[in-house]
């Protein structure tokens, strides 16, 4: 890859929102309608690290941060049994009604509109699983993506390094953006090129042109540091995993006992309070650090739209489908901007800005395999 350009990061505004270090506020829901848990809290005071770690809602944040995926006679996030976790469910398809069974609806919506598809890596288009490094997506699944790509063009938007991503899925034909969003390829073309002054041209891995966007190119050093750090101070937590994400780092505590959940958030803290550009968003059993830029995965849906030449145009229908925290962004970007549909992938309900839902990757891929099947009957 060849990398010229010295960006600057387009800054991130809000940090001093209620006068919290933005470290501190995470994804904050509508309003848990059926779980309690994720109303996350902002802390009141500060009177030491470990009153911080407490009373921010980093500890709610990790407890409630993913549904199970093994245990599947209770739902541990509430304690329901069985039979209440389905009524729950059930009540939560009424606002966030299945793609599967609008189906036809969404397509009567995209009917004379091109459709542009986002797709998320993690618990979209492969399960949720213990270890990071094995989070394959079956074969079947990337034919599925593949056969989809022929027909709409295809962006994968994920929190992974950008060519982590491309070796679980390999295909050419996509769209990649790594580090949610910070660091985007794409095609060349004319409005590339006026899509953001940050755009540089560049080569992909089998030589090809492509336009290369990394709006926090120069936290790069700071990251590798961070990492460094990260490592070193969760070494002795038994199951912790520190990821590199290039523009980003994970640190992974699925593995850890929840005991020693408190430790992982006291070292992460530890360690990011030396470093006040930075901030910790909650993912799925994850602590995700990251560049404080005003740069996120809607962010990079517009400019990919936009890259594409498919933005400001109402005969496009983007459709967004993600499981975590931080697809919320781009949710949110579709329903402000009117156009377009977020899908939330979930078997547990959670308040979201999506207008539909998946159950899990495997209807994922029924939607993706209903959009060709949609597309090759109506002829269009
Ligand atoms: O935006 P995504 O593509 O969904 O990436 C978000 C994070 O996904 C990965 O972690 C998650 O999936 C792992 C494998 O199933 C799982 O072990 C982990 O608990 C999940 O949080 C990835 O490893 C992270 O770096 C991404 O930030």
């Known amino acids: 890859m060849d990398l010229k350009s010295n960006h600057t990061a387009p800054v991130l505004t809000d940090q001093s929102t209620l006068g919290v270090h933005n470290s501190l506020l995470q994804y904050s829901p509508r309003g848990a309608a059926f779980s309690s848990n994720l109303l996350l809290t902002i802390p009141r005071k500060k009177t030491g690290v470990l009153d911080d770690i407490r009373s921010s809602g980093w500890l709610d944040a990790m407890m409630s941060s993913s549904p199970p995926h093994k245990k599947i006679n209770k739902d541990i996030q509430n304690e329901l049994p069985l039979a209440d976790a389905d009524f729950a469910y059930r009540s939560w398809l009424l606002k966030y009604p299945s793609a599967l069974t609008s189906f036809e609806k969404i397509t009567n919506f995209a009917k004379g509109k091109r459709i542009a598809l986002f797709l998320d890596y993690d618990g979209t288009l492969s399960p949720i699983v213990d270890d990071p490094d094995c989070a394959f997506m079956s074969n079947n699944m990337r034919l599925s993506v593949k056969k989809v790509a022929r027909y709409f063009p295809t962006a994968i938007i994920s929190g992974r390094s950008r060519d982590k991503v491309y070796e679980f899925v390999g295909l050419t034909e996509l769209y990649y953006a790594g580090s949610h969003g910070m660091d985007i390829i ?28 990394q709006p926090a190119s120069e936290f790069l050093p700071m990251i590798e540091e961070v990492y460094d750090s990260l490592v070193e101070s969760t070494k002795d937590i038994e199951g912790a995993k520190v990821e590199n994400n290039k523009f980003c780092v994970s640190v992974h505590y699925r593995n850890v006992d929840e005991k020693s959940w408190m430790t992982v958030a006291q070292r992460v803290h530890d360690v990011i309070k030396e470093f006040p550009r930075l901030r910790l968003t909650h993912g799925r059993k994850v602590l995700e650090v990251r560049p404080m830029i005003d740069w996120d995965k809607g962010k990079a849906v517009l400019f990919v739209l936009e890259s594409l030449g498919l933005s400001n145009s109402d005969d496009v229908l983007p459709i967004y489908v993600g499981d975590d925290r931080t697809d919320e962004d781009a949710f949110k970007v579709l329903r402000e901007r009117k156009s377009g549909y977020g899908i939330i992938v979930s078997s547990a309900p959670k308040e979201s800005n999506a207008y539909y839902s998946l159950r899990d990757p ?4 029924e939607f993706l395999n209903s959009l060709v099947m949609w597309k090759k009957s109506s002829g269009l």
Do not use: W, Y
């Open 362 to 365: 495997s209807e994922v891929m």
């Open 186 to 213: 794409g095609p060349v073309t004319k409005s590339a090129c006026v899509a953001h002054s940050n755009s540089i041209r560049s080569t992909d891995k089998q030589g090809k042109e492509v336009t290369l966007f």
